[in-house]
């Protein structure tokens, strides 16, 4: 790998100069004030930032498919990588900023949580080679923290100090409370064929607790997915003296509508089509995926899917982060009727939000919906996610009514404990479990 060092030997010497001559007062002026557009969700903020990483290392070959999550110990670092569209390479900065539970700004100031001073040099990254769109490739080791929570990494660009063109979530974790868990039908007789219902109870027989019933907070998320996490859940019973606490609800307040396996598609050759394509056209980077029909009117299908992840893959080249390209891409979806809401195309390609490019038309005369979206060579899961209107008559309407919703849908699903004792200044997570449903 490059790691960024194929300029030539003067210019290094130049801009080395020109960086601490110039821009380090800037930096150190700049972590001191407000950013323009802080959010403290997962967003992308910079119409350049594409193809968005941010996951665990270790061992496994698979560990693409982790979630931006690791022990406190640190020993399987997080990574963060990410695309910037252009020819040329720009100098981007890191801060990271400790979250409450509700993920608002702690108490804490940066020495509490960091090794080091709170800012950053993306050091790494690589150019784009042998591909039509230039870019350049990042990718960022998370510095070691002391305590355990959420966190944000905020990333800018250096002559742009006070905006952000990036903030992504991790996480932080102890596991010092014992975690059991049961998968259930949901309670609620009508829910039971499209939801799953995730019983748990907390056990803290070696951890000290003074109020159980106010310092604990529970987060469940299925998929590594915060837009539909529920979270702040207090336990329903507490049991001092076997001390456990009971998260065992009777409605839905632990239950998920299972969805439906995501639909995939692949395009990581340019000679011949792959997974669920319908063509590709090499010349003018264009992508037509097979067009999606109406699934909620059929019987479950058992499928394998990445629970609507993405990998980076070109069968042509080697380096997948700097030779594979990036191509428009077509979705269809095939209706003799136009629904009353709105479509989007829905996954960890379009970082889980309802983003106006994967917005959905409808064509009155070729009876189908249409929208595109620039994406690079890989592999993608994703779903249509329906919108219906404010005032929709039909009850019981959700984001699954074009999947279908199924209580045998293969999930990830994620319990996150914060504890935070009487006069504490941050919420810690003190345990942390991840859970397949696979029936």
Known sequence: MLNGKNWPMHYNNYLCTFFLSVLIPTFNQALSQDYSNFTNEDKILSKDIRTVQFYRTGTSPQEIFNTSATNLDQQDPLHLRFDMIGEEAKYLYVKILH????????????????????????????????????????????????????????????????????????????????????????????????????????????????????????????????????????????????????????????????????????????????INLESIETRDRIVKILPGRLRSNRAFVNDVDINGKFFIENSQGGAFDLDGDYFRTIFRFDSEKKYPGRIYVVGALSNWELLPEFEMLYDEEEKHYLTSAILKQGYYNYYFHYVPEINNPVPDINEYYLEGSFFQTENIYEIIVYHRPPGGRADRIVSYLVKKFAN
């Open 99 to 274: 979250c409450n539970s509700d993920w608002s700004k702690s108490e804490l100031n940066a020495a509490e949580y960091l090794v080091d001073y709170n800012e950053f040099l993306i050091e790494d990254y690589d150019f784009s080679f042998n591909t039509k769109t230039p870019f350049t490739h990042y990718w960022f080791r998370v510095p070691r923290v002391k305590i355990s929570g959420n966190y944000l990494v905020l990333v800018y660009e250096a002559d742009n100090p006070n905006e952000l063109i990036l903030v992504q979530r991790f996480f932080i974790y102890e596991n010092l409370l014992q975690i059991n868990t049961n998968f259930t039908f949901s309670t609620n007789v009508s829910a039971r064929k499209s939801y799953q219902q995730l019983d748990f109870d907390l056990r803290y027989k070696n951890y000290y607790l003074q109020d159980p019933q106010t310092e604990i907070k529970v987060t469940l998320r299925q998929n590594y997915r915060w837009d539909n996490a529920k979270t702040e859940l207090p336990p329903l019973y507490v049991d001092i003296n076997d001390k456990t606490l009971d998260y065992r609800y009777f409605d839905l307040e632990t239950a998920f509508l299972g969805g439906n396996e995501f639909r995939s598609f692949a395009f990581r050759h340019l000679n011949f089509t792959d």
